[in-house]
């Protein structure tokens, strides 16, 4: 069964405390995985595709990377403004499906 | 550049009652989706349909209907409402079929059912 799995649930950090999130997943062939942020009462917005291990995708102080077996979301030197919902998800082969992780919910304090 | 819009952004319902949430996408997109989210249990599908005229059940489908209307419409009805249905319902395009694409999502319907 495809799944993805995120951690932790939430994080706290201090103005400037990098910090990096994990997606794992379990999918039948890897189409593409997917970074989102949501804010408090909207929809996810966009970051990241990524497609092959190896791949690495940067966004201001976002950076993601993809294993076969996981994702990273890497948070450099983060601002009040980053904190959000950031989630996670996968396409698999031949699917129109989007499997999505529950997300990790990012506070970055003053 | 409106991109995926739903309407209504907020909904109280009774228990038995029936309503249609409607979505639109600007951007051509064959497929379209509706997730609903809850605390906890991230965004699950409902239903989705990879292009005009098809749908096909997502992993949590009862207790609603879909219809593709056109290649720019997609709405969610909920024939009796109940408690459970309580939630924020987000629909979302992709314009890419089976190939790799991200998917956009509206700002989301905050349904409440008393």
């Known amino acids: 069964e495809d799944q993805v799995t995120q951690s932790p649930e939430a994080l706290r950090l201090q103005e400037g405390e990098s910090s990096s999130l994990n997606c794992s997943y379990t999918v039948s062939g890897l189409r593409g995985l997917f970074w989102y942020r949501q804010d408090p009462g909207k929809g996810p917005e966009f970051l990241f595709t990524?497609?092959?291990a190896g791949e690495e995708k940067e966004k201001e102080r976002l950076k993601a990377t993809l294993t076969k077996k996981e994702s990273f979301l890497h948070i450099t030197a983060p601002k009040p403004e980053d904190s959000a919902t950031y989630l996670c998800a996968v396409q698999a082969s031949g699917t129109y499906k989007y499997i999505f992780g529950t997300g990790t919910r990012l506070k970055v304090l003053a | 550049n409106a991109g995926v819009t739903q309407t209504p952004k907020f909904q109280v319902l009774k228990t038995g009652q029936s309503m249609t949430l409607q979505c639109a996408q600007d951007?051509?997109?064959?497929?379209m989706y509706w997730y609903r989210q809850d605390p906890g249990m991230g965004l699950r599908l409902i239903y989705y349909?990879?292009?005009?005229?098809?749908?096909d059940k997502g992993e949590v489908p009862n207790g609603y209907n879909v219809s593709r209307l056109n290649k720019r419409e997609f709405s969610l009805r909920l024939e009796s409402a109940a408690p459970s249905q309580t939630s924020v319902y987000f629909c979302a395009s992709s314009g890419t079929g089976t190939a790799v694409g991200s998917i956009y999502f509206g700002e989301g319907s905050w349904l409440t059912v008393v």
């Open positions: 349909s990879a292009s005009e005229g098809t749908t």
């Open positions: 951007m051509n997109h064959n497929s």
């Open positions: 990524l497609y092959s």
